[in-house]
Nanobody
Framework: VQLQAFGGGLVQAGGSLRLSCAAS????????MSWFRQSPGKAREFVAG????????YYADGVKGRFAVSRDNAKNTAYLQMNSLKEEDTGIYYC??????????????????WGKGTLVTVSS
């Protein structure tokens, strides 16, 4: 499966962005879909993930209540709605897929498929 993330940009603190992750090559119906980010000088970290049936989501503590992950299997796309953005949310955001899991891994090494990142810059 090929993944492409888009929707990043420059936004002021307190603003919102919606990232999309479009998949091609096969259906992602059976995949856990997750978002990671890499901020300058930091390791890639888990942000949010959603199960294959969309009945389970998991968020990093720092984004709970501000970010929402969703998916539309008919469109083969996953989304990350980011609200109340903070400067520390700045980074390159990546989407990732893992086929056949019932739980949402938070370790990047668990994911085989990755999209190229999209840059999110939050200014003060």
């Amino acid at each position: 499966v090929q993944l492409q993330a888009f929707g990043g940009g420059l936004v002021q603190a307190g603003g919102s962005l919606r990232l999309s992750c479009a998949a091609s090559g096969r259906s992602i119906r059976g995949d856990v879909m997750s978002w990671f980010r890499q901020s300058p000088g930091k390791a890639r970290e888990f942000v949010a993930g959603i199960g294959s049936t969309a009945d389970g989501q998991y968020y990093a503590d720092g984004v709970k209540g501000r970010f929402a992950v969703s998916r539309d299997n008919a469109k083969n796309t996953a989304y990350l709605q980011m609200n109340s953005l903070k400067e520390e949310d700045t980074g390159i955001y990546y989407c990732a897929a893992h086929y056949g899991r019932s739980t949402i891994p938070i370790i990047s090494g668990a994911y085989l498929y990755w999209g190229k990142g999209t840059l999110v810059t939050v200014s003060s």
